[in-house]
């Protein structure tokens, strides 16, 4: 198992922005891939955007085009730029990994867009 620290959520206007951030506590080897998950009240969690161990990005379609996912390998961090927020992006927002033997999530961080 992995420890994942999320942080860089808060409250911003829409059409704000945040970059999120997610640290791993110890150095993981053999990460196949890193993803955002986000949970709405009331709703299911759903994927966000991911990136694999190659760098192939993928994204959910109400996200495309104005959130960008990234990797720091030498720092095992994962970040999610996320530009012009809308109010239904607000959710509480989680970190997850991948191994060949195991998966972690973090703890979540609260994005709020709200005027």
């Known amino acids: 198992q992995a420890h994942l620290v999320e942080s860089g959520g808060g409250l911003v206007q829409p059409g704000g922005s945040l970059r999120l951030s997610c640290a791993v506590s110890?150095?993981?080897?053999?990460?196949?891939?890193m993803r955002w998950y986000r949970q709405a009240p009331g709703k299911a969690r759903e994927m966000v955007a991911g990136?694999?161990?190659?760098?192939?990005?993928n994204y959910a379609e109400s996200v495309k085009g104005r959130f960008t996912i990234s990797r720091d390998k030498e720092k095992d961090a994962v970040y999610l730029q996320m530009d012009n927020l809308y109010p239904e992006d607000t959710a509480v927002y989680y970190c997850?990994?991948?191994?060949?033997?195991?998966?972690?999530w973090g703890q979540g961080t609260q994005v709020t867009v709200s005027s």
């Open positions: 990136i694999s161990n190659t760098g192939i990005t």
């Open positions: 997850w990994l991948v191994t060949a033997t195991f998966n972690s």
């Open positions: 110890q150095r993981i080897f053999g990460v196949y891939a």
